[in-house]
């Protein structure tokens, strides 16, 4: 796991990169004493792929920053959520502001993975419709996009 940090709008941007495995606890000692005090926005559009144990470094870790920062999670993949909806408040599913979803094209095969900010999402889980951009057909979610944001539920809005 590698970060980046940034300061931008006032906030402090975490850009992290690569796997969340074992090997983000020795990145988590680091982020926690650079992060401080204040608000932190984590990029996770670089989040690779995640296992357990590198999950529950992440739950350690968000539990220790949130005692000293607030912060928010952005570009969530379909992966990360499935860990956020085992245990949704564990894991701070409150603090997720954007998710990524994967889309494909019916008519041409074309995949994208777009951002959406939670609020563009109604409660069926409908989004905003998305265009191919490479023939202009109607694209499709991937996946079940109530099942992914079944943590919206378990927190009560
Ligand atoms: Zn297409």
């Known amino acids: 796991m590698k970060y980046k940090i940034a300061r931008k709008d006032g906030n402090r941007n975490a850009q992290l990169s690569g796997a969340l495995d074992e090997t983000f606890e020795k990145a988590s000692d680091e982020l926690l004493a650079r992060l401080g005090d204040g ?3 984590f990029d996770m559009t ?15 870790f968000l539990k220790a920053l949130s005692a000293k920062a607030t912060f928010e ?4 993949s379909v992966e990360l959520l499935a860990y956020v909806n085992l ?3 564990l894991s701070f599913a409150s603090r997720v502001t954007s998710v990524r979803i994967p889309y494909v094209c019916k008519h041409c095969g074309k995949a994208v993975e777009p ?3 939670l609020e563009e999402i109604d409660e069926g889980g409908a989004t905003r419709p998305l265009i191919c ?10 996946v079940s996009v109530p099942s992914l944001l079944a943590f919206r539920d378990a927190e009560g809005g």
């Open 39 to 41: 608000h932190v926005v």
């Open 46 to 60: 670089g989040v690779t792929r995640i296992n357990s144990i590198g999950y529950h470094q992440w739950v350690r």
């Open 73 to 76: 999670l952005e570009a969530c």
């Open 87 to 89: 245990l949704p408040v």
């Open 115 to 117: 951002s959406f900010q």
């Open 133 to 142: 951009p490479g023939c202009n057909g109607i694209m499709e979610a991937e």
